[in-house]
């Protein structure tokens, strides 16, 4: 074979080479942007309570009924200081010195509590998520989008690039 074949050659199997590599990605490196953010930190909105049990009272008790978990998947622990979850009314609680662990879940309250290693608490007063619709958003210390968890009827935001992240919980 001489010189000249083998540089025609070289060039479309480096093409063909990528064309399948790009292929051959893990499904979780193919998801949306909002959606990979989520998969490459290890940390997603695992479950949503967002209707207190009973009468809703505004007691510390109901308050406390009302909650977010917050689930690292990945084995290493993750420093969540300086990481927002926030409401669709721009109901924000920041996370302050708080680590969580790997394969571990925190519970985000919303009324008034000592914080523990599985629960922490908002120290509101009113409720802040709306039991009929509403979107719980998680960015890390950078403000960079994680996840989202979303219920009810009406959605008017959703992931960081503008598309919406319906996951029903």
Do not use: C, K
Not at 46 to 75: H, K, M, Y
Not at 144 to 164: K, L, M, Q, T, V
């Amino acid at each position: 074979m001489s010189s000249r074949s083998i540089r025609r050659i070289a060039p479309a199997t480096l093409a063909a080479g990528a064309a399948l590599g790009a292929a051959a990605l893990p499904a979780s490196a193919q998801t949306a942007p909002h959606q990979a953010a989520a998969y490459r930190s290890g940390v997603v909105i695992s479950g949503v309570q967002a209707d207190s049990p009973g009468f809703d009272d505004r007691s510390n008790r109901s308050l406390n009924r009302e909650w977010i978990d917050v689930t690292n998947t990945s084995r290493r622990g993750v420093n969540l200081d300086g990481w927002t979850l926030s409401d669709e009314d721009g109901h924000t609680y920041t996370f302050r010195h708080y680590r969580l662990d790997g394969r571990s879940t925190v519970r985000v309250h919303t009324g008034i509590g000592r914080d523990t290693y599985r629960d922490v608490y908002q120290d509101r007063r009113n409720y802040v998520w709306d039991n009929r619709s509403d979107t719980a958003t998680l960015r890390n210390d950078h403000g960079r989008f994680i996840d989202d968890a979303s219920w009810g009827g009406r959605h008017h935001r959703g992931g960081h690039d503008g598309s919406h992240h319906d996951r029903r919980l």
